[in-house]
């Protein structure tokens, strides 16, 4: 079936990386470009910005630019979202989502959970 | 960027009750808006998209109205499964441009 699959929790110190995968199966990966979500403790649901997966060209939304890396390997149908130099308030739930025909999220993925604390 | 706004941020009410929640604009969006509800610990999933139309295996009890710049979620008798956080969400292709509004959380009195 349709399902984007992503990576598991991690913890990591302020100043670190981290890279989280999503992987997608059921569809022709390069059909629909992959988003990215972010939902601190708590909080709402961020959109992050997305990635086309035709082109591998990223965009991101207002306050996602600089630290925030989208990135694609195409031949294994995986998105990526790098964060560098983390902050204690990077520490969220991190989702993928995949707009569907109508553009609106109709999959995503299960999210990864991202600590950051020293 | 478009904002998104809703209101209440919480709300609480009877088993039964007719429940609306508002999310408005910073600028017309015409009809793309979807509402996305999220229980705890899980994803969110697509209520009502395009403002009005109610996505597949959704209860008829969930209704959307609106468009330009003011739009509603209605739960027409509210049922404790309905228990969750819903979001508003604009959306637009080419170029893919998202905006959530903040949440609006739904308890039972």
Known sequence: ?118 | DIQMTQSPSTLSASVGDRVTITCRASQSINSWLAWYQQKPGRVPDLLIYKASTLESGVPSRFSGSGSGTEFTLTISGLQPDDIATYYCQYYNSYPYMYSFGQGTIVEIK
């Open chain 1, 1 to 118: 079936q349709v399902q984007l699959v992503q990576s598991g929790s991690e913890v990591k110190k302020p100043g670190a990386s981290v890279k989280l995968s999503c992987k997608a199966s059921g569809y022709p990966f390069t059909s629909y470009p992959i988003n990215w979500v972010r939902q601190a403790p708590g909080q709402g649901l961020e959109w992050m910005g997305w990635i086309s997966t035709h082109s591998g060209n990223p965009t991101y939304a207002q306050g996602f630019t600089g630290r925030f890396v989208f990135s694609l390997d195409t031949s294994v149908g995986t998105a990526y979202l790098q964060i560098n130099t983390l902050k204690g308030e990077d520490t969220a739930v991190y989702y993928c989502a995949r707009p569907g025909i109508l553009d609106t999220f109709d999959i995503w993925g299960q999210g990864t959970m991202v600590t950051v604390s020293s």
